[in-house]
């Protein structure tokens, strides 16, 4: 089975720009989850999106936001970047229906520089 | 929140050499993994262990979650074990997961 894909794999935008990014989940997974990982915050969770609709939010402003297609797969916009935007943002999906033992799924991440 | 502290955050070990890192949690967790992520940024499962014993050829992982603390053993390190190591969580009454602030290694020749 193919793994998670992102795209794009890097990308620089300005300030007050926006951007699209966009995530496959593996075959049959229907759960997809966005991270963003900076080196002063770590990874922290962005939101969660299962069956088209978001099941999980994390806490981030509203210029953060996401949706799912009927296909599993995902895409999130970030409005009006700042710089502190810059990060590694990743996503991972899973199976739903494991209960406790749903296990994530890593992409190769999508490298945003805001300049 | 849960909070999910890891230790040592930096480690640097002679290649052959055996470690153990720690990943300490705040509330009670139903789901627990270990993950490398390697230099390029790609995060690699490792491990999913709520509690018990694992093993997998030179790594192991041990939760004993009424303590709420994970290990990772990393026995005889190659030089391809460096990266940051995290520990993730998901707590009884949540959906989402809680990274922990990661253990950076780094083998040496």
């Known amino acids: 089975k193919a793994g998670v894909t992102q795209t794009p794999r890097y990308l620089i935008k300005t300030r007050g720009q926006q951007v699209t990014l966009s995530c496959s989940p593996i075959s049959g997974h229907r759960s997809v989850s966005w991270y963003q990982q900076t080196p002063g915050q770590g990874l922290q969770f962005l939101f969660e999106?299962?069956?088209?609709?978001?099941?999980n939010k994390g806490n981030f402003p509203g210029r953060f936001s996401g949706r799912q297609f009927s296909n599993s797969r995902s895409e999130m916009n970030v409005s009006t970047l700042e710089l502190g935007d810059s990060a590694l943002y990743l996503c991972a999906s899973s199976l739903p229906g494991q209960g406790a033992r749903e296990t994530q799924y890593f992409g190769p991440g999508t490298r945003l520089l805001v300049l | 929140g849960i909070q999910v502290e890891q230790s040592p955050p930096d480690l640097i070990l002679q290649e052959g050499a055996n470690s153990t890192l720690r990943c300490n949690f705040s509330?009670?967790?139903?789901?627990l993994q270990w993950f490398h992520q390697n230099p390029w940024g790609q995060l690699i499962n490792l491990f999913y262990i709520p509690s018990g014993t694992k093993q997998n050829g030179r790594l192991s992982a041990t939760t004993v979650a009424t303590e709420r603390y994970s290990l990772l053993y990393i026995s005889s390190s190659q030089t391809t074990d460096s990266g940051v190591y995290f520990c993730a969580v998901r707590v009884l009454t949540g959906n989402q997961f809680y990274f922990g602030t990661g253990t950076s290694l780094t083998v040496i020749p």
């Open positions: 509330d009670s967790v139903n789901n």
């Open positions: 999106y299962f069956s088209e609709t978001q099941r």
